[in-house]
Nanobody, 125 residues
Framework: QVQLVESGGGLVQAGGSLRLGCVVS????????MGWFRQAPGKEREFVAG???????????YYADSVRGRFTISRDNAKNTVYLQMNALKPEDTAVYYC???????????????WGQGTQVTVSS
């Protein structure tokens, strides 16, 4: 049983920063590709950032155009944790943020095997 638990969401003013974390339990974390997604009210869930497993492409990172240069995804295999550092936040970044896991390779769709429960990020103007 693989479980993902996010943390770090909250309320922040525009221009501020937050760091989300996602702890993964149940399997060998380093084998998983990890993704961060978000879903705003009335919108579809969208890809934000991804990082490949440590045994393929050496942890290559991927970003949506809307967050590239502002957000950074990273992983700490010793802590079974993936992070999303979010800087220069904008009101349009407001959403529920989810982490997700799948085998080895990042995909930009929601085709992931395991999902966390989500954490709310609200950016005020």
């Amino acid at each position: 049983q693989v479980q993902l638990v996010e943390s770090g969401g909250g309320l922040v003013q525009a221009g501020g920063s937050l760091r989300l974390g996602c702890v993964v339990s149940g399997r060998t974390f380093s084998n998983y590709a990890m993704g961060w997604f978000r879903q705003a009210p009335g919108k579809e869930r969208e890809f934000v950032a991804g990082i490949s497993s440590s045994i393929t492409f050496s942890g290559r990172t991927y970003y949506a155009d809307s967050v590239r240069g502002r957000f950074t995804i990273s992983r700490d295999n010793a802590k079974n944790t993936v992070y999303l550092q979010m800087n220069a936040l904008k009101p349009e970044d407001t959403a529920v943020y989810y982490c997700a896991a799948r085998g080895l390779i990042v995909v930009l769709s929601t085709d992931y095997n395991y999902w966390g429960q989500g954490t709310q990020v609200t950016v005020s103007s």
